[in-house]
Each structure stands twice: as C-alpha cells, then as structure tokens.
C-alpha cells in the first residue's frame, strides 16, 4: 500500500461535510423511490387492470413507466451520489 503524502489527492468520504452527508441522503432516497416506482409498475403487470397507483401520490403507472421512474430516479441517485463523493469542501481552500 502507498503511503498518502500531501502532494496526493485526499478522497473525501461520504459523511465528512454537511453537502456530503445531504447529497448522500438524496441519493439513498432517490434509489428508494426508483425501487417504489419499478415495483408499482411491476405489480400492474400481474394484474388484470393495465395500470396500478402509488400509495401516497397516486399516480398510475404500467411496467413501463414504472421502469422510466426507476432509471430517471437511479439518474438523480448516481449525480448525487458522484457529488457526494468528489466535491470539494469549499472555493477558499
């Protein structure tokens, strides 16, 4: 293993700054929500009806705009999760 020196880059955790540990809660979320929005699509899909509703919002969804929610959803949680991890602290510094 190498050591680290100063002239190495530091690579910031995911709960080091406030921005950190926030962008790493939307990401969580985000994925949480993307898993919401497939398994209401798939769950229309074994039924007789074409479309099933999300529990709190309502809205009807068929497996394929489920999988459209689930890949807009994993968008969000990956930016987020890139920004946890290589955003620097501040400008200052």
């Known amino acids: ?3 680290m020196t100063s002239s190495t880059a530091s690579t910031g955790g995911l709960f080091d700054t406030p921005f950190s540990i926030g962008a790493t809660v939307l990401a969580a ?3 949480l929500v993307g898993v919401l ?4 699509g798939y769950s229309a899909a074994g039924t007789d009806e074409a479309t099933a509703a999300l529990p709190l ?3 009807e969804l068929n497996i394929l705009t489920g999988f459209v929610g689930l890949l807009f959803a994993f968008g969000i949680a990956l930016v987020a999760l890139v920004a946890a991890l290589y955003m620097e602290p501040g400008f200052g510094e």
Request: no cysteine; hydrophobic share 75%; aromatic share 24%.
């Open 37 to 40: 929005f497939a398994w209401t």
């Open 29 to 31: 979320v985000a994925a």
């Open 57 to 59: 919002l309502g809205f």
């Open 1 to 3: 293993m190498v050591p």
